[in-house]
């Protein structure tokens, strides 16, 4: 650790001030908490929510995982990694199962998460209602009155363009029946892993200023129409690497010649399943 | 018969100037109240202020509601207002382009309100939203053009269907057909009274065209510098108006 630095980069008013708005945000599932977003050492729109946050939850003994789009060894998160190494002195760890703060870009890990983990997401737009609506004050009225036919009307334009609910990322979801909350852009197919799950899900939006949570063991629906149920994708073929048909797929193009192999995009689950397959 | 809304007293007041002052009326189920007046007369204040999108500055506006009970909309809540303004009235603007979302189609423009109120079956939606199309004469193939490929008569048309589907009792109107050329505003008049007519609905519609009330309103009210001048049967009042700014407003149409 880089004794120059307050342990976890923030000092400790700012990490302070992040607590309280966090322990807000898990007090009413789902609602958008303002927070005083700190300039950090890396650019909006790699995760200058979720690295605050992590740098607010970060205490000695914890053992951090980032993973972006699913991946340990991707540029992002080998940086924050590196970043809470080095001003933390916190144990990192490409190991889901291992880790008691998990930093994600974008995915879920499919290893089945434990109460006593976090997973902190990293949020580009909080308001799932933006599109639609681009006046701060009105969406901040239609949350307080709970108005959210809107967010029906953009599904109803998916069905309405292409037959189907299109939309495939940052699928809105209702908050233990109260909130519509964005889930940050995670695919659909993670969706169903945020209801009820039992790690605790923090949601910090860096240059939006905005935070949110969904507590543990919460209600999480998938907005949608009853003839139009949700429905998470699915993949014709298998993880080339570990065979597995029920994870998410990432499809990667191997050379100039348009061949192309599908591979769990999450590294260590992949990885694991093929240690098993080995040993 | 009671009265649908009780508009006593009304003003409102732009800092020191008068947008309007002291109006008084009754809307009556099934009736179609016309406002006419100039530019600047107050007319688009007093109507907003009556539907509650202005607050009043003095004077009172009672709803009477669904369930049979009076509503003073001075004590209604933002929550209160919303619901009443998607589930019992209407508002059709001037320009349709401010009452539409421009960035959704057709078909999601009209299903809207139904959505709010907690529609969720989508092939319900769409039969709901292809009907009134048809009904404002616009081809149902159309459902899901964007409305900013439709021309201005026709967004105005459905403007109208998005305000009518969930048949409110109370519709306020805004010029609805000014802007419009001749052709089109005689048809969108003639599709509102056959839709008036149909749905028992009350409407109050501000207008600068006397033809319009002519056609549409058995009542009308005239309107200057805020203040209501002349109120009675719009036959009455068009054929022989007592207010001297009546009798110009009366001359000074164009007759061919």
Known sequence: MTSNYNFAFLDENTKRMLRRALLKAVAIPGYQVPFGSREMPLPYGWGTGGIQLTAALLGPDDVLKVIDQGADDTTNAVNIRRFFARVAGVTTTERTTEASVIQTRHRIPETPLREDQILVFQVPEPEPLRTLEPREAETRTLHALADYGLMHVKLYEDIAQYGHIATSYDYPVLVDGRFLTSPSPIPKFDNPKLDHSPALMLFGAGREKRLYAIPPYTRVESLAFEDHPFEIQRWEHQCELCGADESYLDEVVVDDLGSRMFVCSDTDYCGQRRAEQAA | ?????????????????????????????????????????????????????????????????????????????????????????????????????????????????????????????????????????????????????????????????????????????????????????????????????ELGLAAVMVTHDLAVARLLAARTMVMQGGRVVETGLTDQILDDPQHPYTQLLVSSVLTT
């Open chain 2, 1 to 197: 018969m009671s009265a649908l809304l009780q508009v006593r007293g009304l003003s409102h007041h732009y800092g020191q100037r008068i947008g309007c002052q002291d109006v008084s009326f009754d809307l009556h189920p099934g009736e179609l109240l016309c406002i006419v007046g100039e530019s600047g007369s107050g007319k688009s204040t007093l109507l907003k202020t009556a539907a509650a999108q202005l607050a009043a500055s003095s004077g009172s506006v009672r709803y009477h509601q669904r369930n049979g009970a009076w509503l003073d909309l001075d004590e209604l809540s933002e929550a209160d207002r919303r619901r009443l303004a998607r589930e019992e009235w209407g508002f059709v603007t001037q320009n349709p382009r401010d009452g539409l979302r421009l960035n959704v189609s057709a078909g999601a423009n009209v299903a809207e309100r139904l959505m709010a109120l907690g529609m969720r079956n989508y092939g319900q939606l769409r039969e709901i939203a292809r009907g009134w199309l048809e009904r404002v004469e616009i081809d149902p193939s159309r459902i899901d053009d964007a409305p900013t490929a439709f021309s201005g008569g026709m967004q105005q048309r459905l403007q109208i269907a998005r305000t009518l589907v969930t048949q409110p009792r109370l519709v306020f109107m805004d010029e609805p057909t000014a802007g419009l050329d001749v052709s089109v505003q005689a048809r969108i008049l003639d599709l509102l009274r056959r839709l008036v007519n």
